[in-house]
């Protein structure tokens, strides 16, 4: 579908680059030419995914980062150009989430989700974009966002990531019965959840010149979930408080 060099000599750089999503749009990049720099927090997926981008025949660098402090995200960028170069792609990918009912929420819970989510966009955004104006040049900026974003809070449990109206869920990947990934399975349009590469290629898409033309947009992919009505999460108001503990426990581990 993509010409092999659509993205040959581009250097971009992705949070939460190491795992899920992230990775996998790392490695379609790569495939169509692109140079890449990672970041996340943990350092064995990094460096994982940075050799598996390297076999294909481009380069790749990875930092550690905690997104949050915006000194540490200015470090990693000056580390992606040492590796690089200029770096001319962003893809805001990085976010943190968990289900839990909204009374039993802590305000560092809360916190931490609107830091890496909302605040860590922010960072990479601001001190990518200041680059770009001072060299005068232009730059790409993808903001992975949720199915629920643009609905606020429309979708139950996860209110620190609906009101970061960003972040990436692994949708249901964690839930704690086969019952529940069935029942989000039937909910869906489509009877199936989204697969890595379809999300990959309509990043590579959105970041081509091809869509040169296409600005300040939220493309929705989500095989008419949002069309349904969104709030995927919102059926959670029927499991017993022994789920609940179970979904709690996993998140503590």
Same mark, same amino acid.
Request: with cysteine.
């Given at each position: 579908? =993509?010409?092999?060099?659509?993205?040959?000599?581009?250097?971009?750089?992705?949070?939460?680059?190491?795992?899920?999503?992230?990775? $996998?749009?790392?490695?379609?990049?790569?495939?169509?030419?692109?140079?890449?720099?990672?970041?996340?927090?943990?350092?064995?997926?990094?460096?994982?995914?940075?050799?598996?981008?390297? *076999?294909?025949?481009?380069?790749?660098?990875?930092?550690?980062?905690?997104?949050?402090?915006? *000194?540490?995200?200015?470090?990693?960028?000056?580390?992606?150009?040492?590796?690089?170069?200029?770096?001319?792609?962003?893809?805001?990918?990085?976010?943190?989430?968990?289900?839990? &009912?909204?009374?039993?929420?802590?305000?560092?819970?809360?916190?931490?989700?609107?830091?890496?989510?909302?605040?860590?966009? =922010?960072?990479?955004?601001?001190?990518?974009?200041?680059?770009?104006?001072? *060299?005068?040049?232009?730059?790409?900026?993808?903001?992975?966002?949720?199915?629920?974003?643009?609905?606020? $809070?429309?979708?139950?449990?996860?209110?620190? $990531?609906?009101? *970061?109206?960003?972040?990436?869920?692994?949708?249901?990947?964690?839930?704690? $019965?086969?019952?529940?990934?069935? &029942?989000?399975?039937?909910?869906?349009?489509?009877? &199936?959840?989204?697969?890595?590469?379809?999300?990959?290629?309509?990043?590579?898409?959105?970041?081509?010149?091809?869509?040169?033309?296409?600005?300040?947009?939220?493309?929705?992919?989500?095989?008419?979930?949002?069309? &349904?009505?969104?709030?995927?999460?919102?059926?959670?108001?029927?499991?017993?408080?022994?789920?609940?503990?179970?979904?709690?426990?996993?998140?503590?581990?």
């Amino acid at each position: 579908m =993509f010409e092999r060099d659509l993205l040959k000599g581009r250097n971009i750089l992705i949070t939460g680059g190491g795992t899920g999503l992230g990775r $996998s749009m790392a490695l379609r990049f790569a495939e169509l030419g692109a140079n890449l720099f990672l970041v996340a927090r943990r350092e064995e997926p990094l460096a994982q995914t940075a050799n598996d981008i390297r *076999a294909k025949g481009v380069k790749a660098g990875y930092a550690t980062c905690e997104v949050r402090d915006f *000194a540490a995200v200015e470090t990693a960028i000056a580390a992606a150009e040492k590796e690089l170069g200029a770096v001319d792609t962003l893809v805001n990918n990085a976010a943190g989430n968990f289900i839990a &009912r909204t009374e039993k929420l802590s305000p560092n819970a809360f916190n931490a989700v609107i830091g890496i989510v909302l605040q860590g966009t =922010f960072h990479f955004t601001l001190a990518l974009g200041r680059r770009w104006i001072e *060299a005068k040049q232009p730059g790409n900026i993808l903001n992975i966002v949720t199915t629920y974003a643009a609905v606020g $809070s429309g979708s139950g449990f996860v209110v620190p $990531s609906a009101c *970061a109206k960003a972040g990436v869920l692994a949708m249901t990947r964690s839930l704690p $019965s086969k019952e529940l990934e069935d &029942r989000a399975k039937n909910y869906h349009p489509m009877n &199936r959840f989204g697969r890595h590469d379809e999300l990959a290629n309509l990043a590579t898409y959105l970041l081509s010149q091809q869509a040169e033309y296409v600005n300040g947009e939220c493309v929705v992919i989500d095989g008419g979930l949002w069309l &349904r009505g969104a709030g995927e999460f919102n059926d959670f108001l029927e499991l017993p408080d022994q789920a609940w503990d179970m979904l709690e426990q996993a998140r503590k581990k």
